[in-house]
Nanobody, 119 residues
Framework: VLLQASGGGLVQAGGFLRLSCAASIRTRYITGWFRQAPGKEREFVAATSWAGSWTDYADSVQGRFIISRDNAKNTGYLQMNSLKPEDTAAYYC???????????????WGQGTQVTVSS
């Protein structure tokens, strides 16, 4: 499975962005988003099941970010609202066979897309 993340950019605090993750083939895997700021470890952001019946969010983004997927388009999304400077990071999409927030369980990864939030 090849994943292509896009949609990053520069936005002011309080603004919003929508990230996309296009998959090369249709799967029934879990889609997850992770982020990595300079000098920090890659951390879990959100994940959703294929049908959307299960979702999980990091506490830091709960209530501000929404994860979804359009299976007809083989594409996952991360709607990011009320962005904060601390959300600045490279964002990565990934897929897993497991309901998990641990990056070690994700076997397919896209390249990062940079999100920069200015104060």
């Amino acid at each position: 499975v090849l994943l292509q993340a896009s949609g990053g950019g520069l936005v002011q605090a309080g603004g919003f962005l929508r990230l996309s993750c296009a998959a090369s083939i249709r799967t029934r895997y879990i889609t997850g988003w992770f982020r990595q700021a300079p000098g920090k470890e890659r951390e879990f952001v959100a994940a959703t099941s294929w049908a959307g019946s299960w979702t999980d969010y990091a506490d830091s983004v709960q209530g501000r970010f929404i994860i979804s997927r359009d299976n007809a388009k083989n594409t996952g999304y991360l709607q990011m609202n009320s962005l904060k400077p601390e959300d600045t990071a490279a964002y990565y999409c990934a897929e897993s066979r497991f309901y998990s927030s641990s990056r070690v369980d994700y076997e397919y990864w896209g390249q990062g897309t940079q999100v920069t939030v200015s104060s």
